[in-house]
């Protein structure tokens, strides 16, 4: 069993930046890929970013390739979620999930376990 909570969201100006923090609980934090997801006003759940259980690999959305950065601290149970250049289409609250497995996936059906979310919002 995994407990995730965030932190870090927050009202920010367009072109600014956040990071987003989500500490799990637990002994076995190092055992499970992590994704950041985001849900839009209006919008389904979408994938934003993913990181194996070691940290060596990533995966990014196109929409913010480039502008955000995922990361974990497996001796510290954090995941990070580095958001640089927001837009107002940024938008969303975030959640972080993680996976039983050692590797991650795009699909949010995959994830085992969610938090509960932190807002995210970019005014122009």
């Known amino acids: 069993q995994v407990q995730l909570v965030e932190s870090g969201g927050g009202l920010v100006q367009a072109g600014g930046s956040l990071r987003l923090s989500c500490a799990a609980s637990g002994r076995t934090f190092s055992m499970y890929a992590m994704g950041w997801f985001r849900q839009p006003p209006g919008k389904e759940r979408e994938f934003v970013a993913a990181?194996?259980?070691?940290?060596?690999?990533?995966h990014y959305a196109d929409s913010v390739q480039g502008r955000f950065t995922i990361s974990r601290d497996n001796a510290k149970n954090t995941l990070y979620l580095q958001m640089n250049d927001l837009k107002p289409e940024d938008t969303a609250v975030y959640y972080c999930?993680?996976?039983?497995?050692?590797?991650?996936?795009?699909?949010?059906?995959?994830?085992?376990?969610w938090g509960q979310g932190t807002q995210v919002t970019v005014s122009s």
């Open positions: 999930a993680a996976i039983r497995d050692y590797y991650y996936s795009a699909a949010a059906s995959r994830y085992d376990y």
């Open positions: 990181i194996n259980y070691s940290g060596a690999i990533t």
